[in-house]
Nanobody, 117 residues
Framework: QVQLVESGGGLVQPGGSLRLSCAASGIIFSINTMGWYRQGPGNQREAVATISTSGSTNYADSVKGRFTISRDKNTVYLQMNSLNPEDTAVYYC?????????????WGQGTQVTVSS
């Protein structure tokens, strides 16, 4: 129904920046909200930032002021600044919406972000 492909992860030094991208394909008109989640070593997956079709955004407290989520048509971005080792995780793109009256949620394959000197 909706496929997501992430890119932009990698290794960065503390204090550095990265920009993640997630391109959606398929029945993209059905998407209401897109977002980024992450799962660090030994941790549960947590929400990082979400953005609705109206442009309304939400951020985890731990990334407020450092990360910015944006959306352009069928692509969502996550600009990450002032990265620290605690941001090391696999970052997953998520899309949620409704198709034929049924809610759905789709995940990307994940992209690794490593913050280390």
């Amino acid at each position: 129904q909706v496929q997501l492909v992430e890119s932009g992860g990698g290794l960065v030094q503390p204090g550095g920046s990265l920009r993640l991208s997630c391109a959606a394909s398929g029945i993209i008109f059905s998407i209401n909200t897109m977002g980024w989640y992450r799962q660090g070593p030994g941790n549960q997956r947590e929400a990082v930032a979400t953005i609705s079709t109206s442009g309304s955004t939400n951020y985890a407290d731990s990334v407020k002021g450092r990360f910015t989520i944006s959306r352009d048509k069928n692509t969502v971005y996550l600009q990450m600044n002032s990265l620290n080792p605690e941001d090391t995780a696999v970052y997953y793109c998520n899309a949620r919406g409704v198709i034929a009256g049924t809610s759905f949620g789709s995940w990307g394959q994940g992209t690794q972000v490593t913050v280390s000197s």
